[in-house]
């Protein structure tokens, strides 16, 4: 992808993000563009910035930290790790991103805590719920999403921000609707109960369905192809 056309996808995402937001007559401020630039090279992450992005979102430890290092004159960069994450790369992550959006066991987000440098300041975090119950998905239960809650406003380290989800794919925009309904009824459900805690994010919606998402309250909104075009999967 040429920086004309990364300019041209850029501005493209940003005005559906406008647009989706103007139709659920939200505030055009309310919700944020994150970049998912997993499989994409340092270079395209660079362009980006250059375009007035700043936060970016990966899944893979190895390749992140490769980026970073390459990235690392860049100020205002924000690094948001958004998949699975296992136990030994909770030091790397800890040590190296600003955002983890997939925490959905107790033993995760102790290790983040636990790990993370405090000079760093707190690590802002959002729980991955299992929306939709597939069995092939990571994330906490509805049932036990308070109790991990209640886990991790007690580390020091981490600060709890909100809740993410991967829904399964709805063929329309109530089956869409649905799922992420559920997460923010799940998120002011938490309000209530902790409403000390700074549970001011959702992060869901996708290039399928950002706009049922913005509908729903999202307020942190992950592109990737919509963005930086196909991933090579032979990167992985």
Known sequence: MTDTMLSESLASARERLAQALAAAARPAES?????????????MVRAAWKLGQREFGENYVQEALEKQAELADLSGIVWHFIGPLQANKTRAV?????????VDREKIARRLND???????????????????????????????EGLAKAVLSMPHLRLRGL???PAPAEDMAG??????????????????FPDAPLDTLSMGMSDDLEAAVLEGANLVRLGTAIFGARDTSRR
């Open 176 to 193: 869409q609707r649905e799922p992420l309904a559920r997460l923010r009824q799940a998120l002011e459900a938490l309000r209530e109960r």
């Open 164 to 166: 993410m989800a991967i």
């Open 31 to 43: 919700a944020r563009l994150l970049a998912v630039s997993k499989t994409k090279p340092a270079n």
């Open 115 to 145: 790990q993370r440098p405090e000079a760093l300041g707190p690590l802002q975090i959002c729980l991955q719920v299992n929306v939709s119950g597939e069995t092939s998905k990571s994330g906490v239960s509805f049932d036990e999403l």
């Open 94 to 102: 800890a040590e190296h991103f600003d955002w983890v959006h997939s």
